[in-house]
């Protein structure tokens, strides 16, 4: 069985401040894929990244990073220079090669930033 | 832009009553799953079809819920009979065929409140 942690339940940054999202995962596949989704105010969920678990390099897009390292089975998520509009729901989550697309989330960090 | 349409957005329903949920995949998509999300449990999977085939449906209260896939075009969830405790928003999602490191695209999500 596959299981997502996420710590964090809710954090609270000031707008410009960098801020880091936890998220540690268990599965005993050696092949899986690792996600990050936004779920802003208005509650739909939006995809941001993937990783598979053969691709350990890390990612930077714009103002957000992730960093996968999988001798900690962890998939963590920076968020450079925050803004207002980063205020949501941030959840991991993981599925497996077999499992036919099937997620399992964590439980989420909801993230407020402060103006 | 593709995207997964649900129906109703918001569903306000005294106990006892039935409830239908549904859910339109985005088209070429073959698997479909229905989610639960709520603040005490997060974001449950319910069920999940592959090729309109129900795959799994462990996560599903099997005494009054029922998922169904008439056609390749329309998933339904249907509660009866309903209870308070399933308010919730049900949120239904779609992945490509063929390709497990797909993230799901998600709807908008049906907010389900049972007086």
């Known amino acids: 069985a596959q299981k997502v942690t996420q710590a964090q339940t809710e954090i609270s940054v000031v707008e410009k401040e960098d801020v880091t999202l936890d998220c540690v995962y268990e599965t005993r596949d050696t092949t899986y894929y690792l996600f990050w989704y936004k779920q802003p105010p208005s509650g739909e969920l939006v995809f941001l990244i993937r990783?598979?678990?053969?691709?350990?390099q890390n990612e930077i897009s714009g103002r957000y990073s992730w960093n996968f390292q999988k001798s900690t089975s962890s998939f963590n998520f920076t968020i450079t220079a925050s803004q207002v509009v980063d205020s949501a729901v941030y959840f991991c989550a993981l599925s497996v090669e077999w499992g036919y697309q099937k997620v399992t989330f964590g439980t989420g960090t909801k993230l407020q930033v402060i103006p | 832009d593709a995207r997964v349409t649900q129906t109703p957005r918001h569903k306000v329903t005294e106990m006892g009553q039935e409830v239908t949920m549904r859910c339109q995949p985005i088209?070429?998509?073959?698997?479909v799953f229905w989610y639960r999300q709520t603040m005490m449990q997060g974001l449950e999977l319910l069920a999940y079809f592959r090729n309109r085939a129900p795959l799994d449906d462990s996560g599903m209260p099997k005494d009054r819920f029922s998922a169904e896939m008439p056609d390749a075009t329309l998933a339904t969830l249907k509660i009866q009979p309903s209870e308070p405790r399933d308010s919730a928003v049900y949120f239904c999602a779609s992945g490509p065929p063929g390709q497990y490191n797909s993230p799901l695209h998600f709807g908008n999500g049906t907010r389900l409140t049972v007086t």
């Open positions: 990783r598979n678990s053969f691709d350990e």
């Open positions: 088209l070429g998509h073959n698997t």
